[in-house]
């Protein structure tokens, strides 16, 4: 059983503090994935933990300073308590990166490997073709399509000149 | 700083103003263009066909070529 304690000032880590008991057996470890994480994400606004979790000197008397009047703080001081909380602005968020450029690269250079593969299995994997694909056979394939007038409208044998026996111009 | 307070309301309906009549008036541009552009033709090219055509001397052509299993050329 977890001992949770409450979760104070836009939630600290503070289930990292607390102990987990097995049967007498001893602790258990806290993994770090376990735990709630910070992520910049345009459809979660308030993630689970701030961004900055080990606070500097400074910042922890910024953080005093923020108990009192807000009227109180410099713009500065407002930013910088903005940025301990976050990592991210929403503008920063939707910036765009130099991600693509990784990505096609990326993509290229597998299809270039999977090419050369295919290469290879050309070469010494596969037999050779079946006799339907030698070039007399492939004639007397389209001469036959001709003789039964295969999409004589539009297609192969509307191409074809039967009068002269040759391809219309 | 203070900035200006960013648009909380109507974004989609914003969204939309904009693209639906775009997606309209491409989407007809697409109807029209397929339909003088390939069946219109089609058509044409169907009726050309069928003006001039010759199903007896078709067949027979066709025979003597050897194509059919019912009937086989004439002189087997």
Redesign the interface.
């Known amino acids: 059983m977890l001992a949770t304690r409450a979760l104070r000032l836009l939630g600290k880590r503070a289930i990292s503090t607390s102990v987990c008991l097995r049967g007498g057996h001893g602790v258990a470890k806290i993994e770090a994935y376990t735990l709630p994480a910070y992520f910049d994400r345009r459809e979660n606004p308030l993630p689970d933990i701030c961004y900055v979790q080990d606070l500097s000197a400074e910042q922890v008397s910024l953080k005093e300073k923020e108990q009192g009047s807000w009227a109180a703080l410099s713009?500065e001081e407002?930013v910088a308590l903005y940025r301990i909380s976050f990592k991210q602005s929403f503008a920063e968020m939707g910036e765009a990166t130099a991600e693509w450029k990784t990505v096609i690269g990326g993509v290229l250079f597998v299809v270039g490997i999977t090419g050369l593969i295919v290469l290879w299995q050309r070469k010494y994997v596969y037999g050779p073709v079946p006799h339907t694909f030698d070039p007399e056979w492939k004639a007397k394939e389209l001469q036959?399509m001709l003789?039964?007038?295969m999409n004589?409208?539009?297609g192969l044998a509307?191409k074809w000149d039967?009068e002269n026996k040759q391809w219309k111009k | 700083?203070s900035l200006q307070k960013p648009l909380m309301r109507g974004l989609l309906a914003k969204r939309l103003r904009f693209h639906v009549p775009i997606a309209f008036a491409l989407s007809m541009l697409a109807a029209v263009g397929w339909k003088y552009g390939v069946t219109e033709p089609?058509k044409q090219?169907?009726a050309d066909?069928y003006k001039h055509y010759d199903a007896t001397k078709?067949f027979t052509?066709?025979r003597e070529?050897?194509?059919f299993e019912s009937v086989r050329p004439t002189g087997e």
């Open positions: 713009n407002k036959r003789d039964m007038r004589p409208v539009e509307a039967s | 700083m089609r090219a169907y066909f078709e052509s066709m070529a050897g194509v």
